[in-house]
């Protein structure tokens, strides 16, 4: 019985196409509703932190009176409250994922 069965899935597997793509070559094609990383349009901004209070992973760090907002891609986890929150509409989810590094990395961005 298993002979006949691993029998029917490797004749399947042969005729149809293959269920992964070929990552490095065929870059994968993001849905319209894909959260991917947060961006900032810093001459929008009032830096009044709402954004880094509703944060829940402490990911986002505002500083009024330096007019500086950073981000830790690391700590993000691009659950979308900071865009859903900032009054000003200046956040918002870029369609793609943060590069992939081997330390931590802190963007920062001056309105100054």
């Known amino acids: 019985m298993s002979v006949m069965y691993f029998s029917k899935n490797a004749i399947k597997n042969l005729t ?13 094609a993001f849905f319209e ?20 209070k509703r944060c829940p ?25 900071c865009v859903d929150n900032c009054p000003k509409k200046c956040l918002g989810m870029k ?7 081997m330390a931590k990395k802190t963007d920062a961005y001056s309105g100054a």
Request: charged share 25%.
């Open 16 to 28: 149809h196409k293959p269920a992964t793509l070929m990552y490095p070559n065929k870059k994968r």
């Open 95 to 101: 369609n793609d994922y943060t590069a992939p590094d």
């Open 57 to 81: 992973s402490n990911a986002i760090r505002v500083e009024r009176a330096g007019k500086l907002w950073q981000i830790e891609r690391m700590n993000c986890i691009q659950c979308g409250a």
């Open 33 to 52: 509703r894909t959260r991917g990383h947060v961006e900032i349009r810093i001459a929008d901004c009032i830096f009044c932190g709402i954004c880094q």
